[in-house]
């Protein structure tokens, strides 16, 4: 309810609309906080993003064969 509230959306669907009503009236204008855990694993992640991203394009190649893509997609498309 408060993610939509702070999204301005146009409006809600609920199955309780008093409610919706209370948390309208007491809502603040708190910032959404993210935790230091989804912190360090957003770090995490984006900091093996890299890494990973090179071993793939060594192992695979840089480039992308069209051809061979299109006609990948043709024989899957066909079964």
């Known amino acids: 309810m408060k993610w939509s509230i702070r999204k301005q959306v146009d409006g809600v669907i609920t199955d ?3 409610k919706y009503l209370d948390v309208c009236k007491k809502y603040k204008g708190e910032k959404p906080r993210m935790k230091w855990k989804q912190l360090g694993l957003t770090i995490v992640y984006q900091t ?3 890494p990973m991203s090179l071993i793939l394009r060594l192992k695979f190649g840089f480039r ?3 051809k061979e893509i299109s006609k990948l997609l ?3 498309s066909r079964q």
């Open 16 to 18: 309780d609309p008093k």
């Open 48 to 50: 093996l993003a890299v």
């Open 64 to 66: 992308v064969d069209e």
């Open 74 to 76: 043709m024989a899957a």
